[in-house]
């Protein structure tokens, strides 16, 4: 079975502070993606890496960037965390090998709250 | 613009119950349609993909349909289970680049 994780389920942190949210999945996945899920709003993504070292931005990568420097690891950053991104944080990644169909695999989620 | 519109956004329903939610887009080109369940504080997690030539298939108690003409989506879920509180997200890929579009999910709820 794909594992998709992430290194903290909630996490609580102050305005001003740098964050960082890890992401590992274990299934030799070349595509991977951070999304922020808002009530109302649904899933939002900020920054997807087709591969290592590869990045690319989403929907809304303000006030965020990310880092892939294996292949097993995506890393989101918070710069600078603020009120605004207090959300729920899921990553998620995807082979490229035969179906373009195939599936995204879903972590289990990072509940952020900034105070 | 590429849209993914669910309905209802909340439904709640008696244990042992059918239902049906729905999943319109307007997404051009049309790759394929995804229903995930995402139980609360978890991850989606794929229920069933649907490609433009498929118009029914089934998972269990769960089955989806498609009509491409009408670019419309259903998830029935059939004699509901107190587990299948969660939320249900349609996703549809296409686009120019293949992008995926997510609805903003509906929130089932089965009651005992």
């Known amino acids: 079975d794909v594992k998709v994780t992430q290194s903290s389920r909630y996490l609580v942190k102050r305005t001003g502070e740098k964050v960082f949210l890890e992401c590992v999945q274990d299934?030799?996945?070349?595509?991977m993606f951070w999304y922020r899920q808002d009530p109302g709003l649904g899933l939002r993504l900020i920054y997807f890496?087709?591969?290592?070292?590869?990045?690319e931005k989403g929907d809304i990568p303000e006030g965020y960037s990310v880092s892939r420097e294996k292949k097993e690891r995506f890393s989101l950053i918070l710069e600078s965390a603020s009120t605004n991104q207090t959300s729920m944080y899921l990553c998620?990644?995807?082979?490229?090998?035969?179906?373009?169909?195939?599936?995204?695999?879903f972590g289990p989620g990072t509940r952020l709250t900034v105070l | 613009k590429n849209q993914v519109e669910q309905s209802p956004q909340s439904l709640i329903i008696l244990e042992g119950k059918n239902c049906t939610l729905q999943?319109?887009?307007?997404?051009?080109?049309?790759?394929?349609l995804r229903w995930y369940k995402q139980d609360t504080g978890r991850g989606p997690v794929s229920l069933t993909i649907?490609?433009?030539?498929?118009n029914t298939k089934s998972n269990g108690r769960y089955t989806a349909t498609l009509d491409a003409d009408t670019k419309q989506s259903s998830l029935h879920i059939t004699a509901s289970q107190l587990s299948d509180s969660a939320s249900y997200i349609c996703?549809?890929?296409?686009?120019?680049?293949?992008?995926?579009?997510f609805g903003k999910g509906t929130k089932l709820s089965v009651k005992p």
């Open positions: 998620a990644s995807r082979s490229l090998a035969g179906s373009s169909y195939n599936e995204q695999f």
């Open positions: 299934m030799d996945h070349e595509n």
């Open positions: 890496s087709y591969d290592v070292k590869m990045k």
């Open positions: 999943c319109n887009y307007t997404v051009s080109p049309f790759s394929n």
């Open positions: 649907m490609t433009f030539s498929e």
């Open positions: 996703v549809v890929t296409g686009g120019s680049q293949g992008n995926l579009i």
